[in-house]
């Protein structure tokens, strides 16, 4: 992933102290379960008596059933997932279609793992995810979201990561919410819909970082730039929307 700046240069002594073992304690930890039983989700809502079906739940601004919050959530658009102050991955919107490729993976099974069960040990994935705990558990430099862009290999897919610090009404931490998207088709239809298009900006040292990154020939030269402008060329084409369209929106 991409990472900003600030986050790059955190001091790796300190966030990966965070204990993705999970072994302390939550305000909400449900205690007296093993957090890698795949049956952790029906035990932990038997042990704690936990509301269901049609039983009402009063929020903040609303009145649901725990149908209605499911069912919502589940057709909420991107991937949701939230983990909570104790490293223990407490819940993600399952998707509606049981097939549905997700870009960041989850099963029913890994709800109540830890975050180092649920997060593979392979290139370095959980020192880069305790990074992103360990910065918004201590709102490092006040910063109390990451955006993490994937680089994809394709210009017309533009996965993103956005972390964002759950605090209590008190202000204290209490978890990560995470969601992931592809923002491409969000910007096309803007594009479309506004009567704007996309341009190559040369200046912009991010945007030429990703798409070096997304370019799985960038070590070519010269027949990569070719390829890259042309993908440029009909990112372009594709987001230059119908001219009456553009008109009526004015």
Request: net charge negative; aromatic share 8%.
């Given at each position: 992933?991409?990472?900003?700046k600030?986050?790059?240069?955190?001091n790796?002594?300190?966030?990966?102290?965070?204990?993705?073992?999970?072994?302390g304690?939550?305000?909400?930890?449900?205690?007296?379960?093993?957090?890698?039983?795949?049956d952790?989700?029906?035990k932990?809502?038997?042990k704690t008596?936990?509301?269901t079906?049609?039983?009402?739940?009063k929020?903040?601004?609303?009145?649901?059933?725990?149908?209605?919050?499911?069912w919502?959530?589940?057709?909420?658009?991107?991937?949701?997932?939230?983990?909570?102050d104790n490293?223990?991955?407490?819940w993600?919107?399952?998707p509606v279609?049981?097939?549905a490729?997700?870009?960041?993976?989850?099963?029913?099974a890994?709800?109540?793992n830890?975050?180092?069960?649920?997060h593979p040990?392979?290139?370095?994935v959980?020192?880069?995810?305790?990074?992103?705990?360990?910065?918004?558990?201590t709102?490092?430099g006040?910063?109390?979201?990451?955006?993490?862009?994937?680089p994809?290999?394709?210009?017309?897919?533009?996965?993103?990561?956005?972390?964002?610090?759950v605090?209590d009404?008190?202000?204290?931490?209490?978890g990560?919410y995470?969601?992931?998207?592809?923002?491409?088709?969000?910007?096309?239809?803007?594009?479309?819909?506004?009567?704007?298009?996309?341009?190559v900006?040369?200046?912009?040292?991010?945007?030429?970082?990703?798409?070096?990154?997304?370019?799985?020939?960038?070590?070519?030269?010269?027949?990569?730039?070719?390829?890259?402008?042309?993908?440029?060329?009909?990112v372009?084409?594709?987001?230059?929307?119908?001219?009456a369209t553009?008109?009526?929106q004015?």
């Amino acid at each position: 992933m991409a990472e900003p700046k600030w986050l790059k240069d955190m001091n790796s002594d300190e966030y990966l102290k965070e204990n993705f073992d999970a072994t302390g304690k939550s305000r909400y930890t449900v205690e007296g379960l093993k957090k890698e039983d795949p049956d952790w989700l029906d035990k932990a809502a038997e042990k704690t008596h936990a509301a269901t079906g049609d039983d009402y739940v009063k929020l903040d601004s609303g009145l649901l059933t725990v149908n209605q919050i499911n069912w919502m959530l589940r057709n909420t658009i991107g991937e949701l997932t939230f983990v909570d102050d104790n490293n223990q991955f407490l819940w993600y919107n399952r998707p509606v279609d049981p097939n549905a490729k997700m870009k960041a993976k989850r099963v029913p099974a890994q709800v109540g793992n830890t975050m180092g069960e649920v997060h593979p040990d392979v290139r370095d994935v959980i020192p880069e995810a305790k990074k992103v705990v360990h910065a918004l558990r201590t709102k490092e430099g006040g910063h109390d979201a990451v955006y993490m862009p994937v680089p994809t290999g394709n210009l017309k897919q533009l996965v993103l990561h956005y972390y964002k610090r759950v605090e209590d009404d008190e202000g204290n931490y209490a978890g990560i919410y995470e969601w992931v998207q592809d923002l491409y088709p969000l910007v096309k239809y803007f594009c479309e819909t506004t009567g704007q298009k996309l341009v190559v900006d040369p200046d912009a040292t991010t945007g030429a970082t990703y798409k070096r990154n997304s370019d799985p020939d960038a070590q070519t030269g010269a027949s990569t730039k070719a390829e890259a402008a042309a993908a440029e060329e009909e990112v372009k084409k594709e987001t230059e929307p119908d001219t009456a369209t553009g008109a009526s929106q004015n």
